[in-house]
């Protein structure tokens, strides 16, 4: 009951001050500061020639969250993550563009008038990479939970069977089935793709696999750097500052059309590398040197 | 043997002092040797313990992933580990919710049960719990919360670092090596303590015999002294008390043994003035003796004859005094046999004429006739065995002897026997008379006991002879004389 209250509190501040809102000034809803944040802000700046004002929104209650922006007055919002995409999405009267977001679509329905740039990275552009590291690849084995994971798993199995590559996809329902079904499709693959899904990325079951992939000399394809640092042949990611700057050009162009310009939601455009040298030579893989020179150090 | 103990116990120093180091060298050792195997085998319990919770957390890491994904396959990789270290009877894995994952080993009877009874005990940290016959260690398996969203996957910095408990582990530690690690480490200890009692004893002695060897060294110098009149100088080791009173001891010693050589001079000198004295008195006595018989024998023998004279010429004149001269002559005769005895008396002429033996048997002989005692003589030939002076103070000896009979013994038998021993002559006189207390006697001084017994102890030594009195009140006195020979027998 408080909530709702809060909500049209909310509601009603916004559309009051919306009426006298103009041009040029973003306000970037950050719920907190990380570092891939602050470098997607710098892409979004660099990208983007509106006055860009943060708003730090961790610890705040909706109603104060709407005061503050309605105080700011901006043309468009900017929201950083997916908690800040949740509190300010039901603002309609001001462009929202969102960016460093994984999955927008568990947020967003396709209705809402909200543009952005998620951190996914291709699947087609992804698997391209993976098989100019491991060319010799014909099988993946990828665990996922159908709930979390499912719509990109499908994306993906697609993507693959265009390249060429089959994925053999285990289910689970619970974290703790992770090693078993990693344990299960290792003799069947030639190498483990693992996805962000935290059902299956567990400390444990990462561990489980590193070991796996070390003892039965089967590649992990990695999704994070960290991953790579721990044991992971390869890794293909967003680039934040990338992220920010497509996210920049696309406020531009919103705040261009006078903030009509409907909702445009897209992948990352670029993809970095990174490739871990020493579990390459270990497992004996020649990695090719066209992506050894893009990949990062 | 315990009697003969106690006796040295409280007879020797050196067995007290020894027996008392040896009381404190056996309750510092056994003290000692006590708190080492408390300590060692509390070291050992901890080390095992430490060694228990050591392998419980290690294993509690290495089973995450069984424990996590509840495999059995996996846990039993991690378990095997596990049982293969030495002293692990067995052991079970839990998960959150108790339910047992996997048992293998020997897990006792009595703990499971404990845990049964008690329910599930989800334990935050690792912890261990002793039974008679094994340990009990337990530990939590721990992992990290991970990842709220698929997105912080991607952002490390918004990992959630929050641990939580998804099972539990105890590992079975069998105490056995502990109790023979344990028992090992006593019997060394006894080892070590029975070397440094030997050793401890071995110095005891020697500390014991430092102390009391001198002491004994002072007790027989003491004692040397006592007997012997002089000692040698005792050592002084040390500058202790007991150093002090052998420096002491060999003053004393020395002061003594100055006195004792004066005396014996003194002793000596007194020896040959008595001896002189008797020499002079001897000399005087036959100087008397010559003069008795020469001058006033002559001159009586020479009245004697005139008296005689006049008596013939009297009684052929028909006087009446020649009766008178007749009495006058029978006086003079009487004069002249006093004279005579006086004169033996005083130089036993006999002495010289025919020898000792003969000048004994005349002496016993005059005694029978003046005292009217028996005498029984048992008389071996003593003649040219002695000295002529040895043979006057044996004389006088027996003179002596006789006359004290006669004098004091009221006695009615005397037994003399004179035999020739190897190289000495042994005298001795029995009578039946009244005796009298020896110690007595020489305790008296010499106003009230004479110059009697001193004479004969005197000329006893004169002749280096042994001189033995043995009496008793009411029974008797047997004289002893035992004087070795200067002369070969004839």
């Not at chain 1, 500061?33 to 997607?40: D, H, W």
């Not at chain 1, 159908?146 to 993906?156: E, H, L, M, N």
């Not at chain 1, 796996?212 to 000399?217: E, G, P």
């Not at chain 2, 030939?381 to 004091?408: A, C, P, V, W």
């Amino acid at each position: 009951m408080r909530r709702f209250f809060s909500h049209i509190i909310f509601l009603f501040i916004l559309s009051s001050f919306g009426a006298v809102a103009h041009g040029d000034t973003v306000v970037a809803v950050q719920n907190i500061r990380i570092r891939p944040f602050q470098e997607a802000m710098r892409g979004f700046k660099s990208a983007s020639r509106s006055e860009v004002k943060d708003l730090v929104i961790s610890g705040m209650t909706d109603a104060k969250i709407a005061r503050k922006i309605a105080q700011l007055n901006p043309d468009l919002l900017l929201a950083v993550g997916t908690t800040s995409l949740s509190k300010i999405k039901t603002i309609k009267n001001i462009p929202i563009v969102y960016m460093m977001i994984l999955n927008p679509e568990s947020i967003l329905t396709p209705e809402d008038p909200v543009s952005g740039v998620s951190i996914h990275v291709p699947y087609e552009m992804q698997i391209n990479i993976f098989l100019k590291i491991l060319p010799e690849m014909k099988t993946v084995g990828l665990v996922y939970h159908p709930d979390r994971s499912g719509y990109f798993v499908k994306k993906a199995v697609n993507a693959a069977k265009k390249a060429g590559v089959d994925i053999l996809t285990e289910v689970i329902y619970h974290p703790k089935e992770g090693p078993a079904k990693f344990q299960h499709l290792e003799p069947r693959v030639d190498a483990f793709w693992i996805l962000p899904d935290i059902s299956v990325i567990t400390p444990e079951t990462v561990n489980f696999l590193l070991l796996t992939s070390f003892k039965h000399r089967k590649p992990i394809l990695s999704f994070s750097e960290k991953y790579v640092k721990m044991g992971a042949l390869a890794a293909v990611t967003m680039d934040p500052f990338d992220i920010g700057m497509q996210a920049g050009e696309l406020a531009e162009q919103i705040l261009k059309a006078g903030g009509n310009k409907g909702s445009q939601r897209m992948d990352a455009r670029k993809a970095v590398i990174f490739i871990n040298d020493k579990i390459a030579e270990k497992f004996g893989i020649d990695i090719d040197q066209g992506i050894r020179k893009r990949a990062r150090p | 043997m315990d009697f003969s103990l106690i006796k040295n116990f409280n007879e020797k120093l050196f067995v007290k002092v020894f027996v008392l180091l040896m009381g404190l060298i056996f309750f510092i050792s056994i003290s000692f040797t006590a708190l080492f195997v408390r300590n060692q085998a509390n070291a050992e319990t901890q080390a095992l313990i430490k060694n228990g919770m050591v392998l419980v957390k290690v294993f509690a890491d290495t089973s995450v992933i069984g424990v996590y994904s509840e495999n059995r396959e996996l846990l039993n990789k991690a378990v095997a580990g596990v049982t293969k270290v030495e002293g692990v009877l067995g052991v079970a894995v839990y998960n959150a919710d108790g339910g047992l994952l996997t048992q293998i080993g020997r897990t006792p009877a009595v703990e499971a049960s404990t845990i049964n009874q008690e329910g599930f005990r989800p334990w935050n940290t690792p912890y261990s719990m002793e039974f008679k016959a094994y340990y009990v260690f337990g530990s939590p398996v721990v992992i990290k919360a991970g990842f709220l969203t698929d997105d912080a996957l991607l952002f490390e910095t918004m990992s959630n670092d929050r641990e939580r408990i998804i099972g539990f582990i105890n590992i079975f530690l069998d105490r056995k090596n502990l109790i023979m690690q344990v028992r090992a480490l006593i019997l060394k200890s006894i080892l070590i303590w029975i070397i440094f009692l030997v050793i401890g004893s071995v110095v005891a002695f020697f500390l014991a015999r430092g102390v009391t060897q001198p002491l004994y060294r002072l007790t027989e110098g003491v004692k040397t002294l006592g007997e012997a009149g002089s000692v040698q100088k005792i050592s002084v080791e040390t500058e202790d008390e007991i150093g002090r009173l052998a420096q002491a001891f060999n003053q004393m010693s020395e002061s003594l043994s100055k006195r004792q050589s004066a005396l014996v001079d003194s002793e000596k000198t007194l020896r040959f003035l008595s001896g002189q004295l008797f020499k002079a008195q001897e000399m005087e006595r036959k100087r008397l003796s010559i003069e008795l018989h020469d001058e006033l024998g002559q001159g009586l023998a020479l009245l004697k004859h005139r008296f005689r004279l006049i008596e013939t010429i009297l009684s052929k004149d028909g006087h009446s005094a020649s009766g008178e001269c007749k009495d006058t002559i029978q006086d003079i005769d009487q004069v002249i046999e006093n004279v005579r005895r006086l004169s033996r008396d005083l130089s036993p002429s006999i002495l010289e004429d025919l020898g000792l033996s003969a000048a004994i048997s005349w002496l016993i002989e005059r005694f029978q006739r003046r005292y009217n005692i028996q005498v029984y003589l048992d008389l071996d030939n003593i003649d040219f065995l002695f000295s002529i002076e040895e043979q006057t103070n044996i004389y006088r000896m027996f003179q002596e002897i006789f006359n004290n009979i006669g004098k004091h013994a009221e006695a009615s038998l005397v037994k003399v026997c004179v035999k020739i021993e190897q190289d000495s002559v042994v005298f001795v006189v029995d009578d039946d008379g009244k005796g009298f207390d020896v110690e007595e006697a020489k305790n008296l001084n010499i106003d009230e006991r004479g110059i009697g017994l001193a004479a004969l102890d005197e000329r006893a030594n004169m002749l280096r002879g042994v001189f033995e009195i043995q009496s008793q009140v009411q029974a008797g006195t047997r004289i002893e004389l035992k004087v070795p020979m200067t002369k070969a027998e004839a």
